[in-house]
């Protein structure tokens, strides 16, 4: 250990081998779980006394535990959210790993510091956001839509001086939300008013209006943020943005846009003016480790006006306090819940440099097409109902007379024969299928081939 030896230099070219090996495939296996019991049979031990070696261990991984991973770049892992990430952003990743950044300071990150505020600068631009706008890379959505609540929550009670300090604060949500809002709520223990969605699962302005207007004035007092999506997990839909900005408005209150995967379509044309409003924002977040192609785990969270987000998290502490000098430097430590942070925005900001900005519109551009595309076939098949038109990238749609077991068996087969990944999903407590694509190597004929498995 800690030295470059003979074996160090040994196991680098084994690691580079495998690593442009995996990357080359096109497409990967899409391979599928296994038991505990079963890798425990196959990979033996692993963690010895003595150590088994690298390129033992490495042997393990890419015979055993790896391909126990699903592939979540392969072209027909349509399920959740998938994820692409570009050649680039996967070769720089290594860069990130071998490069022992502290990227939660300026005073240690510095230059990795500024590129990853050039790319959070692209994702700022692509909302309309004011050129003071700013944040940092967290490791998710949840981790990013937490910490938008958080300075959210900071705000509203700094502006009341101190009548909300012990106050029980209440998110605005609707039923589209992503399930970390709630999970955020829990973690700050605040209540969440759920308001409902349209029968496409979209938050409308009068729906939003009549459920404020049915609130008690004490409950009223509590509100410290409304939350919207920009193209909710399961429908691929966008709330109404510019009356969610209207009643914030009214309300004095902050407003959150989830873009977590929806945000992408931001960079596409086609899209841009469903999200007129977005720019009036007070957060907003969007995962490029979903639909802007970077590696795992990379949430890009914007403030528009990040001082509040730095007083909501920066940690005091005697041995943090040097971090805090001359006040104008960036540590992006300060602003969400976090600390020590590896520079994970770094894969991204290469990916833009390399390739630049177009190329990322028509990827996301690509991808609304094989979606859209998809969904007719959809409406074409005999077997098959649509459920609604895609807005984004999201197809939702039945097979007919299909119990729910039948749906399971048939992903299930689906899957270990190797062929696509696509789970069932629910839709007003029916069992659907519903397919993702935010990978440009998606085809038509992809989706073409998962239609007719289902006849
Ligand atoms: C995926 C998703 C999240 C959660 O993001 P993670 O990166 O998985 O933590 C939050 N909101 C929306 C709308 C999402 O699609």
């Known amino acids: 250990m800690h030295v470059h030896d003979e074996t160090t230099a040994r196991l680098a070219e084994a690691i580079l081998a495998y690593s ?14 296994s038991t505990a019991r079963e890798l425990a049979d196959r990979a033996g031990p692993t963690i010895t006394a003595t150590g088994i070696g690298g390129l033992e261990a490495l042997r393990v991984f ?3 535990l790896g391909p126990a991973c699903i592939s979540v770049d392969h072209p027909r892992f349509l399920s959740f959210v998938p994820a692409a990430p570009t050649e680039a952003s996967i070769l720089f990743d290594l860069v990130v790993g071998a490069s022992s950044i502290f990227a939660g300071s300026w005073l ?3 230059g990795a510091v500024y590129a990853e505020n050039e790319a959070l600068r692209y994702v700022a631009d692509l909302a309309g956001f004011p050129a003071a706008a700013g944040g940092v890379f967290v490791s998710g959505g949840t981790a990013g839509n937490l910490s938008a609540l958080i300075a959210a929550r900071w705000r509203w009670r700094q502006r009341a001086g101190g009548r909300h300090d012990r106050t029980r604060g209440l998110i605005i949500t609707s039923s589209g939300t992503h399930s970390s809002v709630a999970s955020a709520s829990r973690a700050m223990d605040a209540d969440v008013l759920v308001v409902p969605a349209d029968e496409q699962g979209r ?7 009549a459920a404020i207007a049915g609130m008690s004035a004490p409950d009223l007092e509590r509100v410290f943020a409304i939350v919207a999506t920009c193209g909710t997990t399961n429908a691929g839909v966008i709330d109404h943005l510019d009356g969610v900005a209207d009643a914030a408005e009214r309300l004095r209150i902050w407003m959150h846009v989830d873009g977590a995967y929806g945000g992408a379509g931001l960079a596409a044309p086609s899209v841009r003016p469903l999200y007129i409003g977005i ?17 795992f785990d990379c949430c890009a969270l914007i403030y528009r006006d990040p001082e509040i987000g730095r007083l909501a998290h920066t940690q005091h502490a005697e041995y943090l306090d040097v971090l805090h000098g001359s006040g104008d430097e960036w540590n992006p430590s300060d602003f969400a819940h976090h600390l020590s942070r590896r520079a994970r925005g770094l894969p991204f900001w ?11 519109t028509e990827a996301v551009e690509t991808t609304l097409q094989v979606a859209h595309a998809g969904a007719e076939l959809v409406d074409a ?8 038109r895609p807005e984004l990238s999201v197809v939702m749609f039945r097979r007919t007379g299909w119990s729910p077991a039948q749906y399971q068996d048939w992903s299930d087969r689906l899957l270990l024969s190797g062929a696509a990944f696509v789970t069932p999903s629910a839709w007003n407590g029916e069992t659907i299928l519903r397919i993702c694509v935010v990978n440009p190597r998606t085809t038509v004929g992809d989706i073409a081939m998962i239609i007719e498995s289902l006849a």
Do not use: C, N
Request: hydrophobic share 40%.
């Open 350 to 360: 290469f990916s833009l440099a390399t390739y630049g900005t177009e190329q990322y």
């Open 381 to 388: 098949a005999a077997h098959l109902e649509l459920i609604m």
């Open 279 to 295: 720019e009036r924002a007070d957060s907003f977040i969007v995962d490029p480790h979903k639909w802007l192609f970077a590696p």
């Open 108 to 110: 240690e990150g510095s």
């Open 62 to 64: 890419a015979e055993v």
């Open 20 to 33: 442009v090996q995996r990357m080359q495939m096109d497409p990967p296996p899409l391979d599928h779980g």
């Open 203 to 209: 938050l409308h302005t009068e729906a939003l209006d």
